[in-house]
């Protein structure tokens, strides 16, 4: 019996819980469900405003934006569905199973408009758009396009646009990124993301109970992105970039009293516009293929110095007095450094300093070099801005190496031997520098002793923020030691000995040094850094050729450059 009665309490109760829980919701809060029933027929559908376009240091547009569609569909309208299909294939020239993937692959939710197609052309948007009579459900969503009007031209400056991966997500998020959005990859782009990116705006829509579009209640227009001004100067670009014709390496100029990046080329190069569109198949071949297309060689990788380095032996040598501008010694064409023999190119016989910067003479710069020793030859390397990044706003800027006898120790518990001096004289063994980096220090001599700081950025929206890039610094080497190694650099382009006497054929005065820097089992990497017109330097130039032979390949290179420079009236 008490069985019976504690059973019928407990449906009692349950059935007074249910019935309280009726009223609650019918009764008591019925104006919040309400007012939730009202926003969930709001729907939102985004809009992209442009991406900031970026200009040369003229205002000339190397990137801008173009206008392109895409085609949604609304997804409650199932019943017509293989009917839009069928009629857009037909327009777009594309599959109708194509199709029927994009609409899987881009689907959110029952009543958020899906993408079936993207970047669309204007002839085909409109003829779309004409088929909203038949079908009301198609939706035509203007999406501007990041647009590259050069192709490769200034690539690896300008960097590429595409889709946030999860590890930019995780940092970008507080900062307003999310899923899906398109960010800057590399050079300008990414580097000022920030800046370039724009904001969105959108379009609220009521729909029905079924998700069906009823009536549009508002618009919030897109803010476009800032644009950005570079130091580059589009002509001078083109030039270096159809000089280096394809081949592996890359070209820095650059105003040598402010460290304005005048160009700058990184070969080989890449189509930014295929990131852009989208074009998986050739995005797939450019991360698979084993010359690094991507990697800007002119900041991003590091190479042995070769003969551009003996300048910083000779200032060391100079400064420290272990040399002076009446020293010679003897080239027999080799010299014996403990048990081992260093070549030299030539049999040059007696040379001063002078004429071994002339003549690149190694035997001149291993005795040079043995007499300051391994630890000041690195002092004074980072003196010139070596080791470290040149403080260019580009990301991934490497800094490169100058081994020294107290890191080896410290670092590597290792000995220091003078065959590892020799080595270091001329720029070989675990030297690693970056074609920048040797831009910087040539920049040196053709400015009179100041280290300047390569920048890029010109104006950003309009307002000059130059003057916060504008690095200079006095290095601390006397300006009769300058002089001494700027009449040797001279020379190797005037003398008809000269390494570098390709050039003397130019009409205006070159100064400079080539080098061969040795990287078996491949051809040596050839280089030539130098400055121009010598009397009052308007340019400093570093061209580098990745196994391209003798240093006399890179000046062959360099006299093109400046030649049609000339022809051009930018000199």
């Known amino acids: ?77 199932g019943e017509g569905q293989d009917k839009i299909m069928l009629a857009a294939s037909r327009i777009l020239d594309k599959s109708v199973g194509d199709l029927k993937i994009s609409y899987k692959k881009n689907f959110i939710s029952g009543s958020m408009p899906i993408v079936i197609a993207r970047n669309i052309g204007t002839k085909q948007a409109i003829a779309l758009e004409e088929l909203k009579i038949e079908f009301p459900s198609i939706i035509i969503q203007p999406n501007p396009l990041r647009h590259y009007p050069y192709s490769k031209l200034a690539c690896h400056v300008l960097g590429y646009v595409s889709e946030i991966d999860r590890w930019r997500l995780t940092r970008l998020k507080d900062y307003g990124y999310k899923t899906k959005d398109i960010v800057g990859f590399g050079g ?38 800032k644009d950005i001004q570079l130091t580059l100067d ?59 297309p991507l990697m800007n060689r002119a900041i991003s990788s590091a190479y042995p110095a070769g003969s551009v380095f003996k300048v910083v032996v000779a200032a060391g040598g100079l400064e420290s007095k272990k040399i002076n501008s009446n020293t010679s010694f003897i080239c027999r064409g080799s010299l014996l450094v403990g048990r081992k023999e260093f070549a030299c ?29 391994g630890q000041s030859i690195h002092d004074y390397a980072l003196k010139f801005g070596f080791s470290r990044p040149s403080g260019l706003e580009l990301s991934h800027e490497v800094s490169g190496f100058i081994p020294s006898p107290l890191q080896r120790k410290i670092n590597q518990f290792r000995n220091w031997y003078e065959g590892d001096t020799a080595n270091l004289s001329i720029g070989q063994g675990d030297v690693s520098v970056t074609p920048l980096q040797i831009t910087r220090m040539m920049a040196v001599f053709a400015n009179d002793g100041y280290l300047v700081t390569p920048y890029i950025i010109k104006t950003i929206d309009g ?7 504008k690095r200079i610094e006095k290095i601390s080497i006397k300006p009769e030691t300058i002089e001494q190694i700027k009449e040797g650099l001279r020379y190797v382009v ?3 000995t000269g390494t570098g006497n390709v050039l003397s054929s130019l009409n205006i005065s070159v100064a400079g040094k080539t080098g061969t820097a040795q ?3 491949s ?43 000339i022809n051009q009236g930018l000199i």
């Open 1 to 77: 019996m008490n069985r019976v009665k504690f059973i019928s309490w407990a449906v009692i109760s349950l059935f007074l819980f249910l019935l309280f829980g009726l009223l609650d919701l019918e009764v008591i809060q019925t104006k919040k469900y309400l007012r939730l029933g009202d926003k969930n027929c709001i729907r939102l559908l985004a809009q992209s405003g442009c991406r900031g376009k970026i200009l040369d240091r003229a205002g000339n547009v190397i990137v801008d934006s173009k206008l392109s569609y895409d085609l949604m569909i609304l997804p409650q309208e």
């Open 188 to 225: 300008v782009e990414e580097k000022y993301d920030y800046y370039l990116r724009q904001e969105e705006g959108g379009l609220s829509f009521e729909v029905d109970h079924r998700g069906r579009l009823m009536r549009q209640l508002g618009f919030q227009p897109p803010v476009n992105g």
């Open 234 to 292: 589009l002509k001078i670009q083109k030039i270096i970039e159809d000089k280096l014709d394809y081949r592996k390496g890359a070209i820095v100029i650059m105003d040598p009293y402010t460290g304005e990046v005048m160009a700058m080329v990184s070969s080989p190069g890449f189509d930014p516009g295929v990131f852009a569109e989208k074009q998986n198949s050739v995005i797939a071949e450019l991360f698979n293929n084993s010359s690094a």
């Open 345 to 373: 190119w030539s049999i040059h016989d007696s040379q001063n300093l002078i004429a071994a910067i002339t003549h690149s003479c190694n035997t001149f710069f291993y005795k040079t070099g043995l007499l300051l020793g």
């Open 463 to 469: 307002r000059d923020v130059s003057m916060y890039q």
């Open 494 to 496: 005037s003398s008809p």
């Open 519 to 521: 990287a078996p089992p």
């Open 523 to 565: 051809q040596p990497h050839a280089w030539f850094a130098g400055f121009f017109p010598f009397e009052k330097p308007k340019y400093v130039i570093c061209v580098f050729l990745e196994h391209g032979g003798p240093g006399y390949v890179s000046c062959v290179a360099a006299k093109q450059i400046i030649e049609e420079m």
